[in-house]
């Protein structure tokens, strides 16, 4: 079976990631490179309603660096994605049109639904999922999405205004999470779940399975091996496997109240912490514990494949 050489730019709220895989149309996905640029562009929608001219030109520069890896890797097809911040920005569609320019291809903004459509896409593709419904999660930084489908449909989605970053601007929280803080974001990860709590309800069973991908779902899954099974001595901790990783709703409590309890230094001592991560983990730790307990959820299977992943499936024609 023939290779395509895929290359994705996923152009989000928290950073930029450039992704490039050898793809087969039998949903066969090789890792080739990884490039990421931390922007947090997110935020600063949050705050001002748009992107600064200083982080947009941090931006700019960014995207010329993947545009040259990308180039160096020589990929036979390419797919350009925005996310929230960037449909969310006052100038996001100015911003793009220079985007588009330095990367050389045209960018898809999409919609939360798209959104959710394609994490779930990679997310049946990363775990193994049957004839019977499931649902999918995806945390990012400007938005939470959710998708139930089985092994070659996906029956619904929703997507709503719960990223990392976007509740850090919201909530005005610093490099400690108060239990003042942790009370408001899970006020407002209760009351924003309507639309995922409508769509868990439309399909009841799709419950029983839930799988979930991010960044800040593999950070907790990481965390949570580590402290419970340390990896072998000589092995990094951040660099533990947590792909099908079962994550308990009680460990997941259990996170959340010990990352709201820790200032940064505490947190970047923790085996496995990735200091990229630190900053946000506790305000996603609260978000998923909240969702799991509003939608009455036993566990989560942590997916490797999500966004990108999925992008390349559907760039390749597969059904979704």
């Known amino acids: 079976m023939s290779t395509v050489r895929v290359a994705v730019f996923d152009l989000g709220s928290s950073s930029f990631h450039l992704m490039v895989v050898d793809a087969t149309r039998d949903g066969t996905i090789a890792p080739v490179m990884r490039r990421r640029s931390f922007l947090h ?20 520069r960014s995207a010329r660096r ?22 969310d920005a006052s100038n996001g569609s100015r911003l793009v049109a220079r985007l588009e320019r330095v990367i050389g291809h045209p960018i898809s903004l999409l919609s939360g639904e798209e959104e959710a459509r394609l994490c ?23 938005s939470l999405e959710a998708a139930v489908g089985n092994a070659t449909t996906c029956s ?47 399909h009841r069973s799709a419950a029983d399975r839930v799988i979930a991908s991010g960044g800040t779902v593999r950070a907790l899954a990481r965390l949570a091996m580590n402290l419970h099974r340390p990896p072998p001595i000589g092995r990094p901790s951040a660099g533990v496997q947590v792909n099908q990783v079962e994550l308990p709703a009680d460990q997941l409590h259990e996170l959340a ?64």
Do not use: H, N, Y
């Open 66 to 87: 993947l545009r040259a890896a990308a180039d160096g890797a020589g990929a036979d097809t390419v797919v350009a994605l925005g996310t929230a911040a960037l449909r």
């Open 257 to 320: 109240a010990r990352l709201s309890g820790l200032d940064l230094e505490a947190r970047l001592a923790l085996p496995g912490m990735q200091e990229r991560r630190a900053l946000l983990l506790p305000i996603g730790a609260v978000v998923i514990s909240e969702l799991v307990a509003v939608l009455g959820l036993d566990r989560l299977v942590v997916s490797d494949w999500g966004l990108r992943e999925g992008a390349v499936l559907d760039a390749l024609g597969l059904p979704g």
């Open 41 to 60: 562009l997110g935020a600063e929608v949050t705050k001002s309603g748009g992107i600064p001219a200083d982080r947009a030109e941090m931006a700019i």
């Open 120 to 142: 779930f896409l990679g997310q049946r593709a990363g775990v193994w999922v049957g004839r019977d419904p499931v649902l999918g999660i995806d945390l990012g930084g400007g």
């Open 156 to 202: 619904g989605t929703a997507s709503v205004a719960l990223g990392t970053a976007r509740l850090r601007g919201e909530c005005s929280i610093g490099t400690v999470l108060s239990s003042a803080d942790r009370e408001r974001i899970a006020a407002v990860t209760k009351e924003r779940l309507a639309p995922v709590t409508a769509l868990v309800e439309a």
